[in-house]
């Protein structure tokens, strides 16, 4: 093991992975010479799909070894140049090529066989004589991968020590012009401000705070970023509203911290039910409110014209 492997450890799997692949690859080579077969090692997937005598076309040899339509493209344009792959139209589709192997491709087959053949008897003892199954090892970090790909790993990891940096609080009097400006920006952005939005923001204490309702602010490095409330309409019933979080700390969680405050708020104050409406051409937030568990409604009309959809929360313990 080289020693940077020793020193970074397993966080540098991919390029331990890479350096092992690229020398295999070389002893690879070394070994399609010893049977005199007569092909890059890197055609071996597409000669293998092959191998039947069927005839195949490029997009479901793509599919089967994994590889981008492109890459096999290439692949087939060499191998044709060699003069072991030649095309064909699809038999009743004449739109559609499909690829064989030639006379000289079909030649290489015995050889081929034969040295498959050793090959695998070599990995099997290669694999008896570690003390874990590499092969087997492979194939559960690839299951595990498609249902969670590395960079989500990661990311959760980052963000989960980024969260240390986020803080949320209950609203303050001092917040009052951060909290207009948070959400008269984010209005702007997306539709045009209107007249409950104006009487609302210019005085949360008289229109939320004061009526039995619950702001709370969220603060990343000590700067507010971020706003929530929730607003009392009777003794059980509260709509989740005025969420806007500052375009610069976007991607850190902060709108489902904010949303989860006012939820959990909204139980503490034992509210039955919470709604809020929203537009549809905002996918992010309405995947954030059904990630907190609203379900999409037909309600009462709204008084925002932007609004085109309306969801709910009912709590039932």
Known sequence: MLQIYENTGKMALGSRLKQLSEALAKQAARVYQLYEVDLDPKWFPVFYMLKSGSCLPITVIAEAIGHSHASVSKIAKEMTAAGILKSEKLAGDARVNQVCLTDKGRSLLPLFDRQTGDMEAVVDELLGQCQHNVWEAISEVEYLLEEKDLFSRVRDKYLNRDRENIELIEYRVEHATTFRDLNYEWINKHFEVEESDSAMLEDPEKHIIAKGGYIVIATYKSSVVG?????????????????????????????????????????????????????????????LYKKLGFKRIVGEPSPYARCNIQMLLTFFD
């Open 227 to 287: 706003t929530c409330a929730l607003i009392r309409h009777d003794a059980s019933r509260a709509e989740l509203a005025k969420m806007a979080v500052d375009d610069s700390v976007k991607g850190k969680g902060i709108g489902y911290l904010l949303g989860q405050r006012c939820v959990d708020k909204a139980r503490e104050l034992n509210f039955r039910e919470v709604f809020l409406e929203s537009n549809t051409k905002l996918t992010p937030a309405i995947n």
